[in-house]
């Protein structure tokens, strides 16, 4: 199998692009030579080959085997939205919630008395 040169097949991708080379050595924090150098490089650095790509908005593992497609996002099925309950069975379970809600509050309070008669008997 022939050995693929990365470095021209970036650079073929690049002037197919449009994009101008000045945006993509900026975006890469490199300049004009170092770009023209990794075109000229037949082992250009993968995660090079991909940066380029994302900037050109190139999927490279189409030139590349080497490179995994970025995986596809599958979408989760919508749910429909629907109501179960009637608005009087929500107000009933509301009702029912606030009465339980009370109850313990209750309890707590008569707990908390309790408790403070025993702290005061302590210290005597």
């Known amino acids: 199998m ?3 040169h990365r470095g021209e097949i970036v650079r073929h991708a690049v002037d197919a692009s449009g994009f101008k ?5 900026e975006a ?11 075109f000229d ?5 993968w995660d090079i080959v991909e940066q380029i790509g994302e900037i050109i908005r190139h999927d490279f ?3 590349f085997k080497e490179l995994k497609a970025p995986p596809l996002v599958a979408a989760e099925p919508l749910v429909a939205y629907r109501t179960v309950d009637s608005l009087e ?22 707990l908390k008395t309790r408790y403070d008669a025993l702290l005061a008997e302590g210290g005597k």
């Open 61 to 63: 593992s189409q030139n």
């Open 2 to 4: 022939m050995h693929q």
């Open 21 to 25: 080379l000045r945006k993509i050595y």
């Open 41 to 45: 490089k037949p082992d250009l650095d």
């Open 89 to 110: 069975d929500c107000q009933a379970r509301l009702l029912l919630l606030h009465e339980q809600f009370a109850e313990k509050v209750r309890q707590y309070d008569e």
């Open 28 to 38: 890469l924090g490199k300049s004009r030579p170092t770009l023209d150098r990794y």
